[in-house]
């Protein structure tokens, strides 16, 4: 199949929830040599955001809405380990506590960011979805770790990502964490807002910034 035809297929197989397909395509992305993050964001992404724009106009209802975030999670779990491999620079910059906030469960994109940061020389400890904000801290603060990373998919969660600056700075930590904030509903004034270290619209662009933030 010829790339552009490959990407057609990951956009339909989304559209379609179907898992299977979705693996066998990320597996014939490998087997041909294609970037794994370029599949994901030129093939598996156009079709999350159609599902998402379906979705918010009642054109596609909620198990719509589950099977095409499980086919998007099967076929980044068939591309991780290849993104992994091609992570070239193995020094350890810094350790990262990732989380999506308390409340919400998408984790899609915190765990592409994982992904990425752990490939280009982060420790990660990524502790899942609906993380509360003190499992975050208490996480932080075990590990001492030198940023706090946090995923929000929805506009009733991002408050969370304050609620953790706010609890980072009630026991002392802020001074010595960074915080870096993140999820499709974020913008630039809402990082201001909140007192935010760095934030980036991607995971690619979330490793920059990462190294940005602790001047590596
Ligand atoms: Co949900 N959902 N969902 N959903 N879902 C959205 C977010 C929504 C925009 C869909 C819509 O209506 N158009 C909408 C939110 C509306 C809003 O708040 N304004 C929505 C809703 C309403 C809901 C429910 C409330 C639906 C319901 O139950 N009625 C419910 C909420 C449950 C909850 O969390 N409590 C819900 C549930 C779900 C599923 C479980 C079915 C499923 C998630 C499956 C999973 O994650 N395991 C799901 C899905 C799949 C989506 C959409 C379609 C796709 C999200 C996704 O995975 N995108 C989404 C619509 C959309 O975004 N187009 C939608 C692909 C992923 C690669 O991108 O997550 O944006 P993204 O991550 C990017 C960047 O944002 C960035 O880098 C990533 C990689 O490029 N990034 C960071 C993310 N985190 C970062 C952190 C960083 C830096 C960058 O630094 C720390």
């Not at 794994?36 to 054109?59: K, W």
């Not at 209802?61 to 589950?66: N, R």
């Not at 915080?179 to 490793?207: C, K, L």
Request: hydrophobic share 45%.
């Amino acid at each position: 199949m010829q790339t552009e035809e490959l990407y057609k297929a990951m956009f339909q197989s989304i559209i379609d929830g179907d898992s299977d397909v979705a693996a066998s395509l990320a597996k014939q992305a490998i087997d041909s040599g294609l970037d794994p993050l370029e599949a994901i964001n030129e093939g598996f992404v156009p079709g999350v955001n159609q599902v998402g724009e379906q979705f918010s106009c009642g054109d596609m209802f909620l198990p719509e809405l589950v099977m095409a975030g499980e086919a998007m999670k099967t076929a980044i779990s068939v591309l991780e380990p290849e993104m992994a491999k091609r992570g070239t620079e193995r020094k350890v910059f810094g350790k990262v506590v990732l989380a999506t906030v308390q409340g919400d469960i998408h984790d899609i994109g915190k765990t592409l960011v994982g992904t990425m940061l752990a490939a280009y020389g982060f420790q990660v400890y990524d502790l899942g979805v609906d993380v509360p904000i003190l499992k975050v801290v208490e996480k932080a603060r075990e590990v001492n770790a030198d940023i706090v990373a946090l995923s929000a998919l929805l506009t009733t969660t991002m408050v969370r990502q304050r609620d953790v600056i706010e609890a980072l700075e009630d026991v002392g930590l802020r001074a010595r964490v960074k915080v870096m904030v993140g999820g499709a509903p974020v913008t630039h004034e809402w990082v201001e807002q909140i007192g935010a270290d760095g934030y980036s619209e991607d995971a690619v662009g979330a490793v920059n910034v990462a190294k940005k933030l602790l001047g590596v």
